[in-house]
């Protein structure tokens, strides 16, 4: 069975997590794809909460999720990710709450790039109602 571009590109994130160490199973991934379809998605950040919320990174591994994150769907390097940093130990604020990341300029509303196959697929994707 062949995934959609879109479908495609999100399952490969979750694998890239697998890779990397980040202990998430099959089921993950297809509750995320899920999650990200439920919210439309109408944002980055929405596809980010739906891995957040799906993929479920370890607290102290949040900052490499974030950077994985970024270099997968923002093209942005990634710092080497041993879980350490350069210079010396930082204490952790506690904030209480997520850190929203800046969104990059240069942003393209979803579907705005979708092919001709990409939007008929995405039909498939629709739940249907049953009367």
């Given at each position: 069975m062949t995934l959609p571009v879109a479908a495609a590109h999100l399952a490969g994130f979750a694998r890239l997590l697998r890779s990397t160490g980040f202990g998430n199973v099959p089921e993950q991934t297809?509750?995320?794809?899920?999650?990200?379809?439920l919210l439309g998605p109408r944002s980055m950040t929405d596809i980010r909460e739906a891995a957040l919320a799906t993929l479920a990174p370890q607290p102290d591994r949040h900052r490499e999720f974030e950077a994985l994150f970024r270099a997968w769907f923002w093209g942005d390097a990634v710092a080497a990710a041993d879980g350490k940093d350069d210079e010396e130990t930082q204490v952790k604020e506690d904030g209480g709450g997520r850190e929203e990341l800046p969104v990059p300029e240069?942003?393209?509303?979803?579907?705005?790039?979708?092919?001709?196959?990409?939007?008929?697929?995405?039909?498939?994707f629709r739940t249907k109602t049953l009367t």
């Open positions: 297809v509750t995320f794809l899920d999650a990200v379809r240069e942003s393209f509303p979803a579907g705005e790039m979708a092919s001709s196959t990409e939007t008929l697929a995405a039909g498939s």
